[in-house]
């Protein structure tokens, strides 16, 4: 007979710093809401949907010997607990402060909590040529 409710016992650990690197930790703005934890012991924020921009890992290749395909232009969902930040679809951000605490994985979707985010270029702002 095999244990039952095992997922008490069990932690996902998520290594954020080598996605961070993977990824060059910028990302484009989809979509921005309102973020309020319906337990009430997360501060309110701001839940995002972001793309990948750059992806230079290496995921290998798959049993066929296919070169895996990397995560460039794949959006994923990011919560930052604070509204200090007025970001709006199209910015391009970079996470900070990794909540590891409240960041978790559930098969294979990663639940991902920061503690703050950083505007590197507002939406609609080009960079110098």
């Known amino acids: 007979m095999s244990l039952i409710n095992t ?3 069990t ?3 998520i290594d954020w710093d080598k996605i961070a690197k993977a990824m060059h930790n910028q990302f484009r703005v989809v979509s921005s809401r309102p973020y309020v934890d319906k337990k009430g012991i997360l501060p309110d924020g701001v839940s995002l949907t972001l793309m990948v921009m750059k992806d230079d890992f290496d995921y290998g290749v798959d049993k066929n010997g296919q070169q895996r395909e990397n995560n460039l232009y794949q959006n994923f969902d990011v919560t930052i607990l604070n509204r200090k930040h007025d970001i709006k679809k199209g910015d ?3 996470l900070l402060d990794f909540d590891e605490e409240h960041s978790y994985a559930i ?3 990663l639940l991902l909590r920061f503690k703050d985010v950083e505007i ?3 939406q609609g702002v080009k960079p110098h040529a």
């Open 107 to 109: 098969n294979f979707d």
């Open 92 to 94: 391009v951000v970079r």
């Open 7 to 9: 997922w008490f016992f």
């Open 11 to 13: 932690k996902a650990i």
């Open 120 to 122: 590197l270029q507002p």
